[in-house]
């Protein structure tokens, strides 16, 4: 294609004229910037680098402020930076350091300019390539210009210096086998006076320090220098950065800084460095008394002051002292309850996060009640944001802080009818989990349920259909506890329950499913068709029950609380009231809600089949048939009545193949019953095991007789589950139970194999139950059975980087190595000359360089040793060892320097070869 | 450190961006975004600070322009806006009494005086003397290379005709 004419570049629009019509453009901005696109990708071939370079910068223009994507014209870019001009130059180089990434194709051909740059006599070419050096720098860059920022370290120009040492953190970064080349230098750079080199070689530091800070603990002299002498605010904040840091790991440092810190915190009018000095204080010199008093004395002036930034600061500052002295929180109690309604939200939050810092076993409920009432009063964000942080503050632990479960569970109540509330999903979880884990709480739990199904206008919320979910949940299972059955049924089925998404739905129809078992069960099983049953009596019946099946106790309630009369005729009621509600649903879309809806009107029929049908005719039919709907009533009853309890994530893997399930069984014959089955969506929570254990037993019922149907239930069961996850099965069927990667809380598969007669699994998951349980009986306290390893979440290990790794391992080289002579300055022993073939073999230079600095570390100690090259490492091994001699000797007679000696073994600790000499000069000690 | 800098028109206008860490164009329209939805609505006489994804964005409002900063957690915040009000008055010094459309002419400008104040995500320069000269000096530099181009393109296009 032929480049752009000479009229072309004539007539080409600057960037003002691009701007101009930008602004004042009619053809609609997107079609006037592609428009400009056009143009410039034509004028950016052209020859004339000044049309080039005006080209490139519309171009950083329109990538800048427009976003759009100018990789294509990262080669135009290296041409105009290869112009002679110094304004094309800035353009290009600014072009570079916007668009240039790691993965740019043409960033191995920048390394020649940046070098030519780096090496230009005029300052400001050589801040131009720095600059864009310290944005681009990848590994390649960093190493190949490694010897020019090094000479560039100690340039006599302070503007080109400053900027070099501002570099240095990213070539060490990427490149972290420069540190061994420049180190030195920079540490030199310490000691520089000029407060523009001091601030640039402390802000390296300072970051450097942020990574890993123990390799710094060397220089800490050099820091207590500058923070003792510094004028400058900006050096000021950066060293007592550091300090932070480096004082947790050494109290001798820390105390030793701790006055002068707070000497610069009573004089400094500067908010910032005052800030800064209370941070330190509370961050990292918090065991020191006075000085925490001091900082929490300015951190009061904070919080009073009109200025919302200090105020937001001041509550900050309280929240990192709040973890070690919570009495300072407690002090400024009334500032922080204050905040909670300051217009600006920042400041409520983080006034709240103290509020929940301040919340102990004593004071949960007061201040919970409190805080409930200011969400009642605030907008729907921090309304959430307060519901958030109860709910996650009170079941932290496993609800360590709750001694009153049954306040608890109506503050949960309380807060899912609070208008903005949106914690559903939490409120949801958590409601199901205290009914699993604690006992004692269920009543409650149950009541609560039914004051917040009863309500239909909760049915219209959205948000609150999560809890819902959860009460209706509660109330199936639960539901021996509740007063009145009937009022739940009727809850369960009332109209507007259409309002509920199909999932929930489900839940609802179940839990009903449940409930008129319960109350069927109530009426028939324990008291004939005789009117007028109490709960009490059935509980008796319940129990008996459940010895008879021979598993574990499921309820060992005394107290119940059923007033309301289950009579034969109200039960007429309910199965209409049923039959009414449901079988709308018969055609429902959902197949989940279709399913189950056609369940329960299945057993609604049969029952009514068996036994309200023939309370019409003659006294023995009606017996006969009585029993025949008792024994499903009773079969159907023990299906629910297991209870559930917390399973461990890890629980599956506990569970060995029980004998003889044959795994590989032809399960053909089951497909008929269960193949048109639809599983229930995994997402619905822990509802595995009642839903499950309803369709097959519903079903099995039918066919099978009680006895056999106990282990085809398994057996059905695990086809199911094979079904669901058939991705985890292996064809030789062994890995059943442990393939499972991610079972649900309550994995059909478990709870299948619980129901099993197998009595050894019951004790299997009892033992992973009963160890966990605390044995804390005579503490009010209800019991809350905990699992380990539900509730520990693994530790993440913090692993640093390896480029880290390698970056302070290469500083601690450097720095142990050369200790000595870093406070009384004998340096630049490097000499120049060493560096002029550095283009060619930077890495020969490495070597050299780091010879030089042990040779330096030697010669001012004690054992001078005869040097050669490539000799080295065995020196250093010999010089270890001779160390360890002389430490042995040392140890003999470690009365006269103890503290000496004990430093040194401090900095031996992190290193692999014991360093020549000790790491903190005296002059801390 | 200091991970970007960005100055937003109270329209929500784009008016300099600066990245010292790296983002790529699709992230850096994100954060943008993000950002802009977050500060632009905040009232007066609020808190100049944000959380934002980890790190804290330090802003200040001049006339109808929002200066932010990114930091990390742990930096100081006050430093930060001490540090916007230095860029504001070095910019004041150069273009006398700044408003927005001198950012918006000017805008490599105003990059290249913000490249005198920091590097790497750190202070450098701290006095403002010092960038006016500095920024003085590089611009005078400029404009000799200009007037030469200037005269060259007079003679071809003189050649030319």
Redesign the interface.
Known sequence: MSGPSLMDSLFQRTLEDLIKGLRQQLIGEQAFISKALEEIRKEIKSTDLSTKSTALLKLCYLSNLHFHDMSFAAFHALEVLSSPRFSHKKIAYHAISLSFHDSTPVLLLITNHLRKDLTSTNEFEVSLSLQCLSRIANVDLARDLTPEVFTLLSSNKLYVRKRAVAVVLRVFEKYPDSVRVCFKRLVENLENYDPQILSAVVGVFSELACKDPRSYLPLAPEFYKILVDSKSNWISIKVLKIFAKLAPLEPRLANRVVEPICDLMRKTGAKSLLFECVRTVVTSFSEYESAVRLAVEKIREFLVDEDPNLKYLGLHALSIVASKHLWVVSENKEVVIKSLSDPDPNIKIESLRLVMAMVSEHNVAEISKVLVNYALKSDPLFCNEILGSILSTCSRNVYEIIVDFDWYVSLLGEMSRIPHCQMGEEIENQFIDIGLRVKDVRPELVRVARDLLIDPALLGNSFLHRVLSAAAWVSGEYVEFSRNPLEFMEALLQPRTSLLPPSIMAIYIQSAFKVLVFCLHTCFVRGGSTAGVSASASYESFDDLSVENGADSTVAHGQTCTSAPITNESIVNLLKLVELALSPLLGSHDVEVQERARNLLGFVDLIKLEALNSSGQEENDSERKGVEATKIIRLVHDAFSKELGPVSLTAQGKVPVPDGLTLNENLGDLETICGDIELPSSNTFSFGYPSEEKDVSSFSNLQIKEDSGQSNESTSLLAEHRKRHGLYYLPSGKSEVISNDYPPANDPALQGDNNDNASDLVKLTAESLVPKRKPNHSKPRPVVVKLDEVDEKPVAVKQLESRDDSLSGAVRDILFGSEDILPTSSRSNLPNSNRKGKKKQHMITQVESKENVVDDGNSSSRRRKDHSHGKERRHRKKNAEERNETDRKEKESSSNHPRRHKSRQRAEEPLKVPPQTSVIPDFLL | ?IHFVLLISRQG?????K??S?Y??KE??KVIRELSGLILTR?P???????WRGLRVVYKRYASLYFCMCI?E?D????I??IIHHYVEVLDRYFGSVCELDL??N??KA??IL?ELL??G??????KR?VAR?VA??DS??ET??E??SSI?NI??QA?K
Not at chain 2, 45 to 51: A, H, I, Q, T
Not at chain 2, 76 to 79: D, I, M, P, T, Y
Not at chain 2, 122 to 127: F, M, N, R, T, V
């Open positions: 450190m206008k784009v008016r300099l961006t990245w010292y790296a790529s164009q850096r329209t009232g006489k609020l808190c100049n600070f944000v959380e990390d742990d100081n915040e006050l430093e806006l001490e918006i002419y805008f490599h990059y290249f490249d590097i790497a750190e202070l450098q320069e701290p006095s010092t500095l000096a590089q530099l400029v290379a200009k030469q181009t393109t071809i296009a030319a």
